[in-house]
């Protein structure tokens, strides 16, 4: 079965050309032009992938993002952004919605088909490691609390003192970058300033030696010290 990608894009040929040039890679696309649309696309057809524009009417990429990863079996879900839009700020927020890669247009469409397999690879990797999967989560329960749980956690002792050093804050904060959630979001939901929440953020990722977010969402899947 060939990987599936969804290209979300309100610009005609933009989805166009990129559509058959995947295609023509041996890819199975499915497209939209909104946002609104493409988040039924993705818990309808459960893609591999998925491509976005930022700006669109509705729902934009930033907001499509952050409502996938709302959805536990979608957190892994690779995920790049494509947008004209290239200030550092608008970068961050991109990354902060929980997007894999920021590619500024124009671009290359072998340099988009290249970030793609890589994504596809890493995200083969996981799976593989965690028995995590959109299938696999559809055809079970679709909880990852009810997937196969052996494989999240290969050594409950370990697990279970990590998880009982960590702060009850420290929970909620890694509960909450599950969902892809920025600082000022998490910040607003726990009451608490962004540069607080970024330590936390710090005293996780030294309590778990994971070097950044995507790492230590990851392993708090692997290690089951989220549900």
Same mark, same amino acid.
């Given at each position: 079965?060939?990987?599936k990608i969804l290209i ?73 952004? $494509? !947008? #004209? @839009?290239? %200030?550092?700020?608008?970068?961050? &927020?991109? *990354? ?8 500024? /247009? ?59 050093? $960590? !702060? #009850? @804050?420290? %929970?909620?904060?890694?509960?909450? &970058?599950? *969902? ?8 607003? /939901? ?7 929440v970024e330590k936390y ?27």
């Open positions: 079965m060939p990987f979300v894009d309100d610009d005609l040929g933009t989805r166009l050309s990129i559509s058959d040039y995947l295609e023509l890679s041996g890819y199975a696309v499915i497209i939209a032009d909104n946002g609104q649309d493409a988040l039924a696309m993705v818990k309808a057809n459960c893609p591999d992938l998925i491509v976005t524009d930022i700006v669109m009417p509705g729902l934009n990429g930033y907001e499509l993002v952050r409502q996938v990863r709302q959805q536990p079996h979608f957190r892994l879900l690779p995920v790049i952004l $494509l !947008t #004209a @839009r290239t %200030k550092t700020q608008e970068r961050i &927020l991109g *990354y902060q919605s929980g997007c894999d890669l920021y590619l500024p /247009k124009p671009f290359e469409l072998e340099e988009l088909a290249a970030a793609i397999r890589n994504l596809l690879e890493r995200s083969q990797v996981i799976q593989a490691e965690y028995g995590l999967s959109c299938k696999d989560h559809f055809n079970a329960v679709g909880s990852v609390e009810t997937l196969n749980k052996p494989q999240f956690i290969y050594n409950q002792n370990k697990s279970t003192e990590l998880f009982s050093s $960590l !702060t #009850a @804050r420290e %929970k909620e904060v890694l509960e909450l &970058l599950t *969902y892809g959630l920025s600082n000022a979001d998490m910040g607003h /939901k726990l009451h608490l300033s962004p540069r607080t953020v710090s005293s996780l990722l030294r309590k778990t030696t994971t070097s950044n977010r995507a790492e230590l969402v990851r392993f708090a899947i692997k290690h089951g010290l989220v549900e």
